[in-house]
């Protein structure tokens, strides 16, 4: 395995690579694996006798296809929940607001901490654990920090997390707080935690798992690898995601050009991203087809998973995602996100509001005519329903905020009369 930097184009060695996983000049590194001498057919079998495995690391999402991901990782080092095996759901009611005629929803939120965050956190976690590392850390503005709480409590280290003081979701500190992790609140951005753990985690012996982690991006490749598994290794003409650090986008890019270098798949399939209105900085720069992203120093949007101002993978999803898959971007407005938001979680799926911008992005894109009503559709949703349950309340109960498909509480006597009216009105 090498890797390349995506500023200076440098070859690195891995021995030459360290914590925090940048190039000398700074730049976000690429891991390149040795493929040769792999066979699309064998590993399709051995993938497929996987699917039986029960309690070893292969009975999960992401460690089925070690191979692709992490062929070098000594088994021992891996720490897992058998996070991946996620649902892939048909859903008509969805598809029909989207306005195609077939839409499969793929349920990241499924994890076992509730986001596809734990696709790519496994694999960093196990890494910092082969060279050694014992505590590990992450800025986040929420699913970041519960994954990597969940697996390093589950290895029995420690994790200390460094949380910007707005725009969070109070379920995913608790939930963050709840695995033990030690959280340090500090006034200022993401983007300033960001920097703070590049410049000193090393000298403070913590293993840093920021979504430009490159064992994170190759574990999140996982979720295209799944779905293609799901789809007989046939894929739809779109797959939509929700843009916010561009790390999901990365992965998705990296992985369909490795299914199609390796001869697991022989077209690939257009990539839509979506971003929210409010932090948009990725499509604007897309739209405008400027050859640098201008930050956007206030984000602001209810989708707390894509409150991000200056995404740090932005080149390397432009490199590998927009550009080879004849990709686009979008962005939907918060009154977009959450009323397709209350349409997959009426479906039964359910999901965060980061997630829903992928089908309010699509629909958006269909209205435009990018889309046709013909072409199938995968989109991603990376986060659970209970991820935000304030989005929940504010959407369905409280007056000032309600919405258009919002549903209600019912309050009358216990009698026949009272559920007769419920069942004939509602
Ligand atoms: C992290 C996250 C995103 C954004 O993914 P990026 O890789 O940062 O672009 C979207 N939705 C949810 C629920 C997330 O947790
Ligand atoms: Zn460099």
Not at 115 to 133: E, I, P, Q, W
Not at 247 to 255: D, E, F, P, Q, Y
Request: glycine share 10%; net charge neutral.
């Amino acid at each position: 395995m090498t890797f390349e930097c995506v500023d200076c184009g440098k070859v690195l060695s891995s021995e030459q690579v360290n914590n925090p996983f940048l190039c000398p000049c700074g730049g976000l590194l690429d891991m390149a694996h040795d493929f040769r001498g792999m066979d699309a057919e064998r590993l399709k079998q051995l993938f497929d006798r996987r699917l039986a495995e029960r309690m070893t690391p292969y009975a999960g999402g992401v460690w089925r296809y070690k191979e692709l991901i992490a062929p070098e990782l000594p088994e021992s080092f891996i720490t897992t929940k058998y996070e991946g095996n996620t649902g892939l759901y048909d859903s008509a009611p969805t598809a029909a607001y989207a306005g195609v005629r077939r839409l499969l929803l793929k349920a990241q939120s499924e994890n076992p901490s509730g986001s596809f965050k734990d696709n790519g956190m496994t694999v960093a976690v196990s890494h910092g654990r082969s060279l050694g590392y014992t505590k590990f850390t992450c800025t986040s503005t929420g699913n970041t920090s519960s994954s990597l709480a969940m697996y390093a409590a589950l290895a029995g280290c420690s994790s200390y997390v460094l949380l910007p003081d707005r725009d969070i979701s109070m379920n995913k500190v608790l939930q963050t707080l709840a695995y033990g992790a030690s959280l340090l609140s500090f006034r200022g951005t993401y983007d300033d935690g960001i920097r703070f753990s590049e410049e000193h985690s090393e000298a403070l012996g913590l293993y840093v798992c920021n979504s430009v982690n490159p064992f994170r991006i190759e574990g999140q490749k996982s979720i295209i690898f799944e779905t293609a598994h799901q789809l007989g290794w046939k894929l739809p003409d779109w797959i939509v995601l929700p843009g916010g650090a561009l790390s999901n986008a990365t992965a998705l890019g990296k992985g369909l050009r490795e299914l199609k270098q390796l001869g697991f798949i022989d077209k690939l399939p257009r990539v839509a991203v979506v971003q929210a209105e409010g932090a948009s900085p990725f499509h604007r720069m897309v739209a405008a087809e400027a050859a640098q992203l201008v930050a956007e120093p206030q984000p602001r949007t209810r989708a707390s998973a894509l409150n991000i101002g200056n995404p740090p993978s932005w080149k390397k999803a432009l490199r590998y995602t927009i550009r080879p898959t004849g990709g686009v971007t979008v962005s939907v407005s918060d009154r977009e996100i959450m009323d397709a938001k209350a349409v997959i979680d009426r479906s039964g799926i359910g999901c965060e509001p980061a997630s829903a911008a992928s089908v309010a992005g699509l629909k958006k894109l269909v209205g435009e005519g990018t889309v046709g009503a013909d072409e199938t559709v995968v989109c991603l949703l990376t986060g659970h329903l209970l991820k935000d349950t304030d989005a929940v309340r504010e959407y369905h109960l409280d007056s000032g905020t309600r919405g258009a498909f919002a549903n209600a509480i019912h309050s009358a006597e216990l009698q026949p009369e009272a559920v007769r009216k419920l069942v004939s009105e509602c």
